[in-house]
């Protein structure tokens, strides 16, 4: 029997940001594997006029839980929601719930965090800075406490070349950070953030590595352990390949392109696309914190969750397999009219040309104001230029992380560990899970029916023609305009003409 699997039955865990992507597939893997678990709390805030309830009976009612219902019939009775709200002291808890979790909690995973690029430096401080230390306070009161696990990003350091499982020091102090937003204005801070922040790309990478010092300066006696995944993607075997959620990560890209509304992106070919699927996250995760809790580390350990050391996969050969699949099974068309988009849907490492993206969105929504319609496509595309711009520092740079503590675990996991709780990406086809990815994304994320592939391929082939068409516009305009101005061109010109009427000729 699996000594992960029975180390977390009758155990009372605590999981925060539950409801996003990773805290749903950690959840699931629990309850499938130790069904036996006496609780596990998540914490939960009302969102879109749903209550706690409402939202945790979404979740399970959601096919990544179809396996769980199947060993743990009674899993909704073994989760107890806990209104809580992270941008608040003590997180607007109740007292009977505070006092039920700081006398009954076991674990914590703590894996909540705004994961926006482009958060302002106040939010990005609250939920992975100030939020982190809150529950450090919280852990601090639990007297059965055996482990905390802390979810960073592989990022953290992003503005190092080679990265070590150790916790890097930031100019300024977090409790300097964490003071300063409480006084300082909003016009004053995003003065300061880009001096900040430093050589970092963003206040997310900024405030994870804040986050991390925090947990180190403030863990106090506790067992604590610090998990850096890299990107997280859809999922590798677990419950079913390819289940995905969200448009983080490659899964916007992926929608974008399949869509037809994104053509090119400037990436480096052979950069190593350093993802990770998330079942092996919370895979590590989980082994992890049967480890912290059952040999006690004297120190605080730091576990790199990628996948470029063991199994590296490029940008371009990424690029190719999602290309390939679109082919197989492209997606539905962005919009139901005919002729809706101007781009077709390739991710290439060609250099951005903003022309070719920008100028189609303005020719649509043209239309668009001709036939009496709200102009959209300026917009949508504007929106997905940012989020590529933003993307451009991961897609084009390669990093090194130090794996010790990873490989050391693995090693000390039985070989029915390793089966049930595998985190080994050696093992990971990578044309096989992209495939996958996409198919996920389509049917998962988009809900699209796998019936209208047919119709997707008609739709792919009308927007390569408009693709084709339209660059040759360009071209014939740009070389009209050039023959115009340049004695050189128009002898070129006349140079070209007159060689194919001699080899028709003959």
């Known amino acids: 029997m699996s000594m992960i699997a029975a180390f977390y039955g009758g155990k009372s865990i605590l999981i925060t940001g539950a409801t996003g992507f990773m805290g749903k597939v950690l959840m699931e893997k629990l309850f499938r594997t130790s069904p036996d678990l006496k609780v596990i709390y998540i914490l939960v805030r009302t969102k879109a006029g749903q209550t706690t309830q409402q939202r945790v009976f979404q979740i399970l009612n959601s096919k990544l839980f179809e396996k769980v219902k199947e060993v743990c019939p009674n899993v909704h009775e073994k989760i107890r929601a806990i209104y809580a709200d992270l941008n608040q002291n003590d997180f607007a808890i109740s007292k009977e719930d505070m006092q039920e979790l700081l006398s009954c909690t076991n674990i914590i995973f703590h894996c909540a965090a705004t994961v926006r690029f482009d958060d302002p430096l106040r939010h990005a401080v609250q939920l992975n800075v100030t939020a982190t230390q809150q529950l450090l306070l919280m852990a601090s009161q639990m007297p059965k406490l055996e482990a905390f696990i802390h979810i960073s990003t592989a990022f953290s350091n992003c503005n190092l070349k080679h990265i070590d499982e150790v916790i890097y020091p930031c100019p300024v102090e977090p409790k300097k950070i964490i003071d300063s937003m409480e006084w300082l204005d909003d016009a004053i801070i995003d003065e300061i953030t880009p001096k900040l922040i430093g050589d970092r790309p963003n206040t997310y990478t900024y405030t994870k590595a804040l986050g991390e010092m925090v947990v180190q300066q403030e863990s106090g006696n506790l067992n604590i352990a610090i998990i850096r995944p890299s990107i997280v993607g859809a999922t590798w075997q677990e419950p079913f390949p390819g289940w995905v959620d969200n448009l983080n990560g490659p899964s916007g890209l992926i929608i974008a392109a399949g869509k037809g509304f994104l053509r090119s992106i400037r990436a480096t070919p052979m950069a190593v696309a350093d993802l990770i699927p998330v079942d092996t996250v919370v895979n590590l995760t989980l082994a992890v914190g049967w480890y912290t809790a059952v040999h006690r580390p004297k120190s605080t350990l730091i576990y790199h969750c990628t996948s470029g050391n063991f199994n590296p996969c490029n940008w371009g050969k990424m690029g190719f397999q999602v290309l390939a699949t679109f ?80 490989e050391m675990l693995m090693s000390e996991l039985s070989p029915e560990d390793q089966r049930v709780f595998n985190f080994d990406v050696r093992q990971l086809n990578w044309l096989e899970y992209i495939e996958n990815y996409v198919l996920g994304v389509k049917k998962y994320l988009l809900k699209e029916d796998m019936a209208g592939i047919p119709e997707a391929k008609q739709h792919l082939r009308r927007l ?13 305009i740009a070389w009209r305009l050039l023959i115009a101005r340049s004695q050189m061109a128009r002898n070129v010109w006349f140079f070209i003409l007159r060689m194919m009427i001699f080899y028709l000729r003959r």
């Not at 917009?379 to 940012?386: S, T």
């Not at 390569?464 to 014939?476: G, P, Q, S, W």
């Open 464 to 476: 390569r023609n408009i693709h084709y068409l339209f660059n040759t516009a360009l071209f014939l």
């Open 327 to 406: 082919e197989k099974v492209p997606f539905e068309r962005a919009f139901r009219r005919p002729n809706a988009d101007f781009t077709t849907n390739t991710i290439t490492s060609q250099y951005w040309n903003a022309v070719s993206h920008r100028a189609p969105a303005i020719i649509y929504d043209f239309y668009l104001r001709l036939t009496g319609r709200k102009p959209r496509m300026t917009k949508l595309m504007n929106r997905l230029l940012r989020t590529v711009s933003m993307l451009e520092y991961f897609v084009n740079r390669s990093w090194e992380w130090s794996t010790y503590n990873t």
